[in-house]
């Protein structure tokens, strides 16, 4: 499995980068993960958006981040 991890300026480009991904490669074959970090830089935080459990026959996992802050 490879691992990519995608980073974002709003909610706006995630999405589109997930609806892009699932266009590219099919459905079946990634697990997609949202995060989003908020905060300033002494106090960040990263709270999960949308987490799939880890297809094993999934040939490509994306976590894809919204870095808005």
């Keep these: 499995m490879k691992k990519v991890a995608i980073f ?6 995630q999405i589109f980068a997930e609806g892009l991904l699932k266009n590219i490669f099919g459905h079946a074959k990634i697990d997609i ?5 908020s905060g ?3 106090h960040r935080r990263i709270r999960t958006i949308r987490s ?5 026959q999934g040939q490509y996992f994306f976590r894809i981040y919204d870095c808005h802050g």
């Excluded at 974002?8 to 480009?13: A, F, L, P, Y």
């Excluded at 799939?52 to 094993?56: A, C, Q």
């Design 8 to 13: 974002v300026e709003g909610q706006t480009e």
């Design 33 to 37: 993960e949202k995060l989003q970090f």
């Design 52 to 56: 799939t459990e880890t297809n094993i």
């Design 40 to 42: 300033s830089v002494e």
